[in-house]
């Protein structure tokens, strides 16, 4: 009897501090993932054109994310320093291979994880919502059909 009642004393123990760790480490990613969405915001929103982005995939010091404004869309790569998100730079579907993060300066297994879990995310989406993302800088990029000068993204 007493075995059994220090067992499961164990096990809700046990279940207690699996639960914390994993709603800190959820908390820790949401908290990210704002901090990504709010520094793209603050850098490219537009009063009559706001940044959606969404989804971020978030890996330690370095981030994906993938973002729509108006009729353009596009990855954001970034990376933390110091604390601090920064915008490394925007592109499309040259972002889900490994070379180029690599070539980015990220590393090799941090880069399969941002890919893998993107691409994850965006399983959920609208294909045709997810094809947008790919375009920036590419031929079908809305932005090089527009003849006036380029604003935001």
């Known amino acids: 009897m007493r075995r059994t009642a220090i067992r499961?004393?164990?096990?809700?123990?046990?279940?207690?501090?699996?639960?914390?760790?994993?709603?800190?480490?959820?908390?820790?990613?949401?908290?990210?993932?704002?901090?990504?969405?709010?520094?793209?915001?603050?850098?490219?929103?537009?009063?009559?054109?706001?940044?959606?982005?969404?989804?971020?995939a978030v890996d330690g010091d370095h981030a994906l994310a993938d973002w729509i404004q108006g009729e353009k869309g596009g990855r954001a790569l970034l990376r933390r320093t110091q604390g601090q998100w920064q915008i490394v730079a925007c592109g499309g579907d040259g972002f889900k291979d490994v070379r180029t993060l690599k070539d980015a300066g990220i590393p090799a297994a941090t880069a399969k994880r941002l890919i893998a879990r993107?691409?994850?995310?965006?399983?959920?989406?609208?294909?045709?919502?997810?094809?947008?993302?790919?375009?920036?800088?590419?031929?079908?990029?809305?932005?090089?059909?527009?003849h006036h000068s380029p604003s935001g993204h």
């Open 8 to 56: 499961c004393l164990t096990t809700v123990s046990v279940t207690w501090l699996l639960a914390i760790a994993c709603s800190t480490a959820l908390g820790q990613g949401a908290r990210q993932e704002a901090q990504v969405r709010d520094l793209i915001a603050q850098t490219y929103d537009r009063p009559d054109r706001k940044v959606e982005t969404a989804p971020i």
């Open 118 to 146: 993107l691409n994850e995310a965006e399983r959920s989406l609208n294909p045709e919502r997810v094809k947008r993302f790919g375009l920036f800088g590419t031929a079908d990029d809305p932005r090089l059909k527009d």
